[in-house]
């Protein structure tokens, strides 16, 4: 949870505050395969401004990302970079809006949403990476000369001349 008072800035439009944040993750933040792993620090750089329906957020979050790539399984490390923007309003009308709380507004939404989106979906360790060898399981970028020279399926005995 990742609460930020706001009482000097509350009923005074036109105010402006800026602040950066260093926040410790209590849980992994992203997916099974790449996430902001819990225990690592998201920095925060927040600007809020009060408006008259409320305090307008704008934020841009930075951490490392650590997962394994999704073609031959290396550890990974991505750069993260995110930013939202979002209005907290003092009287909410709707399910969507986020609220100002007891002089205080919450992060942590907007903040998963932002950081989780910006992940890739399938990290790769390079752009070139082959993969694994589906034969062995030898990591394919390790050995780029990697061959099996196994029996020809005899099903596949017909097709041997096909194209000459």
């Given at each position: 949870m990742i609460r930020v008072q706001i009482r000097d800035l509350i009923g005074k439009p036109?105010?402006?505050?800026?602040?950066?944040?260093s926040h410790t993750?209590?849980?992994?933040?992203?997916?099974?395969?790449?996430a902001v792993r819990s225990g690592d620090p998201l920095?925060?750089?927040l600007r809020l401004e009060s408006v008259h329906e409320g305090i307008l957020a704008t934020a841009e979050v930075s951490a490392i990302a650590k997962g394994e790539c999704s073609r031959c399984l290396e550890q990974v490390e991505f750069e993260v970079e995110a930013d939202f923007q979002e209005l907290y309003h003092y009287q909410p009308e709707g399910e969507d809006d986020l609220p100002v709380e007891l002089d205080a507004i919450e992060l942590e939404q907007p903040l998963i949403d932002a950081v989780v989106l910006s992940l890739?979906?399938?990290p790769l360790c390079s752009e070139s990476c082959g993969g694994i060898c589906a034969?062995?399981?030898?990591r394919l970028?390790?050995?780029?000369?990697?061959?099996?020279?196994?029996p020809v399926d005899p099903r596949f005995d017909a097709l041997?001349?096909?194209g000459s």
């Open positions: 036109g105010t402006l505050r800026e602040q950066a944040i993750l209590e849980s992994d933040l992203g997916t099974d395969v790449i920095e925060i750089e890739p979906i399938k034969g062995c399981g030898e970028e390790e050995d780029e000369a990697h061959d099996h020279q196994g041997k001349d096909f």
